[in-house]
Each structure stands twice: as C-alpha cells, then as structure tokens.
C-alpha cells in the first residue's frame, strides 16, 4: 500500500548531473534518521522540465514542488516540512519570485500531452504506466480496423515532430496500402540536433508511451516489427527503454496476439554510433541495415521501400508519443489544441543563455518570446539577447527584435522562423555573430557524409571563409561567395542534411551582415570574441 | 593476443548479440558496439578480418562502417575516454574556455592520447544535456555545468584514483 506521503525526486539525465542520485539517497537517509520511512514513499521520476533550481522534489499529496540543491536543503526540508508540516518558501519553486522581465506566470500552465505522465510516474515501472490511462489507446486501436486507426490519425492533422512537420496519417497510408509480406515501423530517436534534448526525456521519462505509438501504427499500417534506432550515447534512453520493452513483453502487450487481437508486433533496440546524417531516414535505415549511414536516393520513399527493401514507417519519438492520446480521446480533441495547420502541441528544448534551461510542452503557435522570457525566466546574468537560433542546428536566427513569432510548422514560410525539432537556443549580446556562425558551420563540416560534393565542398569551404573573417581577414566578396555557395547546396545537395545548411547560415548573414562587414578591415572583432592574427609589422631595414 | 584468440572472441560476441536480434542482417552495429565494449573503447582490426568471415560481407564494407561512424575507433584509446561537446548550446554558455581547459589539463590535443594511456581526448556534437551545458562524457558518466576550474578538479580527481590504486 502506498504510503501516506509521496516524494517524487525528478531524476533524468540532466539532473543526475546535479547530483539528483546522491540527493534522493541522502533524503532517505534522513527519512531513515528521523523514523518516517513509514509514512513517506521516496521514488524515482522522470523529468519535471527545469534545472536552474537544482533537482526537483514533487512533494504529494500537497502538490509543492522543491527545488533542492543540496544536503542542507534536504535536512530543512525534512525537519521543517515533513516532520512540523511546514512549508519551506525558499525551497518552494512555485512561489519564487521569476526575475523582474517575466511575466510573473507560472511554468506549470504549460499544455501537456506528451509529458503528461513525464515526472509523475516512474518510468521503470509499466504498472505506473498503464495506472494513467496507459496502453488505452492501444486497446481502443486494436477495437477498429486498421484502415480507421490511420483515418483519425489523418483527421487529427498530426505533423511529425522530428523537424520536417510531414503528416503522420499520410506517411502510415501509404505503408499501408503498400502489400507486402512484411513492413516495419522504425523510431528515429537518434536525436542529434544541437540543442535538442526533449525526446531524449520522453524516452527517460516516460518509454512507454512511445511503445504504445508504434505499436499503434504497427497496427494500423500492418507492421509486425519495429526498431528503435536510439544514439550510442544516450546511455540513460537505452537503459530506459530496453526495460520498458522487456516488460511489455512480460505484460502480453508485445509479442504474439496482443491483448487477444491476433496482432502480432516484435520490438528491439538499435544503437546509433554516433553519426547526425543518421537522423536522416534512409541513412538511418542504412545503418541498421549495418552500413555507414549514407542517405538514400528517394524516390522510392521509405514508406513504400524502407528497412531491407520493405514498406516501412519511420517517425521520431515525440511523433509516437503524441499518438496514443489521439487514438484514445479523438482527432476532433487534438485539433483544439494549437493551430489549424499544426495541431497539437510541440515539445520545446529551452538551452543557451537562458535563466530555466530545460523543457516544455506548449501548445503549437506559441510565440518565441513567451517561450524565453515566461517559460524559460529570461536571459541568464542580466545580459540582453542578441539572437535567437529556433529549429535546431539546421533553423534559423533571427534577431532580439523578431522574436513575436508564433512557431508552427508554417512560421518559416509567413515569419522567417523554423520550428524544425523544438529547440530555442538564445543567444546572449556577448556573443560574435561570425564566431556562432563558425562554430555551426564546423558542425555541418563534420557531420557531412561526404556522399555528394555540394555538401562535402560546401560546408568546408564556408568553414573556411568563416575562418578568415574571424582572424580578421575577411573581405565583403566572401560574403557574396558565401551566399553562392548556400544556393548551390540548397538546390543540389544530395539529402537534406545538406539542402538545409543554408537555412542557418543566409538566415544569420541576412540578419546580422552588419556584423560581419564589421568584420573587414578593422584590427578586432567588434564583440572583442574573435582573435584576429597580429598583422605584421613592417620591418625596416 | 593471437589472431587465433581473436577469432574465439569475436565469435562468441557475434553469436550472443545475434541471438538476441529481430533479423541477422541488422546487426553489424551493434556487434561492434559490443566488439568495443570488450576491448574497452577500441576495435582491433583484426576484428574486420573475423567479421568478413562470419557476415560474408566484403572487408572494404566492413571497414567503412569502422571509419564511418565517431563512435569507433580502430586505434587503441584511452582507459578514459573524453568527448566533450562544442555543438552551440555549449559554445555559448562557456564551453569554448573549458575546450581549452582540457588540453591544457591534459597536455595533449583532440584525437590524441596522452602518453600514460589514460586519457583519449576527443571532440564530440551535442550529447543531449544541453540543460546543464557545458558538458563532457567520460566512457559512459556525463559532467555538466563545466568551468575551467572544474575541468581541472575531474581531470586531477581521476588521476589520483589512478595513482592510488583505487578501482
């Protein structure tokens, strides 16, 4: 029987790094101490989106969430809290005061779907799971045909979350009106966008729900095997997820005949080895295939020729966590959240200068401003923002003075602004526009394949541009090329990887060219960032 | 160790990992993940030589794979390997001084060993922790919230485990 209080201690793979294990063992130590190990559960959740304040302790049947940072925090909190029943304010994060330029609105009005459960059940444990409606919306899939179950996912206006925004319902039709002998569903969680880190704390926080979306789709396209091709080093999600899956085996709800329906589906994980082109679908099919991870010649499209030349369905995490909520409560539902054009809501990875570093779940359509200064408290230090980098490594930047923009999958086209993977990534004035732009052309640098020349040239020869203007040595006919040689990628490289690199870099040299320029013929970089090469001296003789 | 030894080796991992698999042809990755795993953060290529054997695929295919992917090296590494992250989000929250800071606790550059073998410093893109960035992997345990300072305090911490024998 459950215990009369309940500490949830939120421990994923951003706060184990601030020590949430060894605070979590400290406070039942303390229980220990103090004889109240019989009235207090201690367990383990998964994320609870913020990490400024330390780790967080959700404390029920009250509902106060602390923020402890230390020892001492949790020898208050026990004394004063559990054992005289009151309140410690400074450790209470709800009623801390958010810094003066926020609007003085709680973190918690955020909209939940696909963290709903994310920080109030233990990931480790499928009972915790199927306790909060979960594997309902399974059961209710495998209630209708098939052919419906990818009907309401059409209905719904579900657009994948994994950066391109394409609908889910019609990628699952055409696997499904594909006949073949076998299909499967693939789940690209091989997250490598800088930046992004939300679907790394679905697959921590709660697994099972991406279990539940493919086993769903798997279903409805008729797929009786799935992968989930996870990083090599998100050692926490695999850990995570490959006890989720031994579980849903243990429970029936994988294998043969699940839940009586006849459906068959089999459910493994893959590991990535640490390759960003493999987030690309058909380089990720590649290297499950066990190749290196270069991208396919689409057409065919893996929904038609995917895995082993099969009919195969690839989605990425969020995507299949959205999913069972929609089968359960009904596209008419999903589409009241959001945007008409992309329901729904949309996991945000708030990182950079920012004060709340973290996540959150806001309704599609929410503005770029609302996610820094409400949700994430603001920029760090008392600095001003600069620039804002939204989508991830392949989004744009746009300027302090832009960020109004509502994101949905169309912002880019009416606003300038990618939503791409859900990444904010603010950017403080003490930064140099030419030393961000280098460091994230050096990725596409590394990252590229070198399959196609636009992309294996392209990116080290804006690489070496970049370079000169930040040793000083720029001229404004670089910038030109720079944009010459933008276009020729955008419209020749062979995957998107390389068509994409673009976005960033035109986005930053339209909006920030006065930077640069201020880069030419000066003895420093204006921001006092780049290290300009001494010129040398004339030497007389 | 003989090639002999290798093989034995390399077979027994070949089978354990394809027993547990959906389909035999998926599964070279994760062989030489767990290839890597024995020999501690390093693939011998004679590895190749045994994988040729038992896949039947060609030994250039294999060896691209080895190379393709960051995660494998074909050099012996390090007992510690280090990636640290000089993606954006790290970059702006400090991370270019603790890059820096590295090499020098270290003496050594990216992709080098240092001469006691036990340190392997490599460049890594966004480990997925950019809520506690700057960050750095040693083997499989994350650091975030990196300072130059505290660069140094990990990196001396684990020396001196070393020196004292401790496991």
């Not at chain 1, 810094?99 to 779907?113: D, L």
């Not at chain 1, 073949?180 to 930046?195: H, M, T, W, Y």
């Not at chain 1, 997820?241 to 031994?246: D, E, G, P, S, V």
């Not at chain 1, 708030?350 to 408290?377: H, Q, S, W």
């Amino acid at each position: 029987m459950r215990k009369p209080i309940t500490i949830l201690v939120s421990i994923d793979s951003n706060s184990l790094l601030l020590g949430a294990r060894h605070l979590k063992n400290y406070l039942i130590n303390r229980l220990e101490h103090y004889n109240l190990t019989g009235l207090v559960d201690v367990l383990e959740t998964g994320s609870l989106g913020r990490y400024d304040q330390g780790v967080l302790f959700l404390l029920l049947p009250d509902n106060r969430l602390y923020g402890i940072k230390d020892t001492n925090d949790i020898e208050l909190f026990v004394v004063e809290q559990l054992l005289k029943g009151r309140p410690v304010k400074d450790l209470i994060i709800e009623e801390i005061q958010p810094p003066k330029t926020v609007e003085a609105k709680k973190v918690t009005e955020e909209e939940r779907i696909v963290l709903k459960r994310a920080g109030k059940i233990d990931p480790k444990n499928i009972e915790e799971y199927i306790a909060l409606d979960g594997y309902r919306g399974l059961a209710r899939a495998l209630e209708m045909k098939p052919a419906d179950v990818v009907e309401e996912i059409k209905a719904s206006g579900l657009r994948g979350r994994g950066g391109a925004g394409f609908p889910t319902g019609l990628k699952w039709e055409f696997t499904m009106k594909v006949d073949a002998p076998e299909k499967f569903v693939i789940c690209n969680a091989d997250e490598g966008e800088p930046g992004t880190f939300k679907d790394r704390l679905i697959m921590e926080g709660d697994p099972h729900s991406v279990i539940e979306g493919m086993l769903i789709a798997g279903y409805a396209v008729g797929a009786s095997k799935g992968y989930v091709y996870i990083r090599g080093e998100y050692f926490e999600s695999v850990d995570n997820l490959r006890n989720a899956i031994a579980q849903a085996y243990e429970y029936g709800l994988l294998g043969k005949n699940i839940l009586g329906s006849g459906f068959d589906f089999d459910l493994t994980v893959r590991l990535g080895a640490g390759a960003y082109v493999c987030g690309e679908e058909t380089a990720l099919i590649e290297s499950i295939e066990g190749k290196s991870g270069r991208p396919r010649l689409k057409p065919p499209y893996p929904p038609v020729k995917g895995l082993f030349q099969k009919p195969t369905v690839v989605n990425n995490v969020e995507t299949f966590a959205s999913v069972p909520t929609i089968v359960m409560k009904g596209a008419n539902w999903f589409k009241g959240i959001g945007t008409p054009s992309s329901p729904g809501t949309k996991v945000f990875s708030l990182c950079g200068n920012i004060v709340r570093r973290g996540i959150v779940e806001a309704p599609m359509g929410t503005t770029v401003a609302d996610l820094i200064f409400k949700y994430g408290g603001g920029i760090e230090n008392g600095k001003k923002l600069k620039m804002v980098q939204t989508g991830g490594a392949a989004g744009t930047f746009i300027r302090a003075d832009e960020i109004n923009v509502p994101l949905d999958f169309d912002s880019f086209k009416n606003h300038g602004a990618s939503l791409g993977s859900g990444v904010i990534l603010a950017i403080d004035d003490s930064h140099c526009a030419v030393d961000v732009a280098l460091n994230l052309m050096e990725f596409f640098a590394h990252e590229s394949c070198g399959k196609c020349t636009p992309c294996r040239e392209g990116t080290r020869l804006i690489v070496n541009i970049l370079k000169e203007f930040s040793k000083g040595r720029g001229t404004r006919e670089m910038l030109d090329n720079l944009y010459n040689i933008a276009y020729t990628m955008q419209n020749s490289a062979f995957c998107g990887l390389g068509q994409s690199v673009p976005v960033p870099l035109t986005s930053m040299l339209d909006r920030f060219r006065d930077e640069f320029e201020a880069h030419v013929g000066v003895d420093a970089c204006p921001v006092g960032v780049c290290k300009f090469d001494k010129k040398k001296k004339k030497v007389r003789k | 160790m003989s090639f002999e030894e290798v093989r034995n080796t390399i077979k027994e991992i070949y089978e354990k990992v394809n027993s547990e698999s959906l389909d035999e042809r998926d599964n070279l990755i994760n062989i030489l993940h767990a290839i890597q795993e024995y020999y501690g953060n390093y693939i011998p290529l004679e590895a190749a030589e045994v994988l040729k054997e038992l896949t039947g695929k060609p030994l250039s295919k294999i060896y691209e794979v080895l190379t393709f992917y960051t995660m494998f090296s074909t050099n012996k590494r390090g007992k510690y390997v280090i990636r640290v992250c000089k993606s954006l989000p790290c970059h702006v929250t400090g991370g270019a001084a603790v890059l820096e800071s590295l090499k020098d606790a270290l003496e050594i550059d990216y992709g080098q060993t240092t001469q006691d073998g036990l340190f392997t410093l490599e460049e890594s893109s966004c480990l997925g922790l950019c809520g506690v960035s700057p960050v750095m992997l040693i083997n499989d345990e994350a650091y975030g919230n990196l300072t130059p300072e505290k660069v140094k305090e990990i990196i001396e911490e684990i020396k001196e485990k070393e020196r004292s024998g401790v496991k």
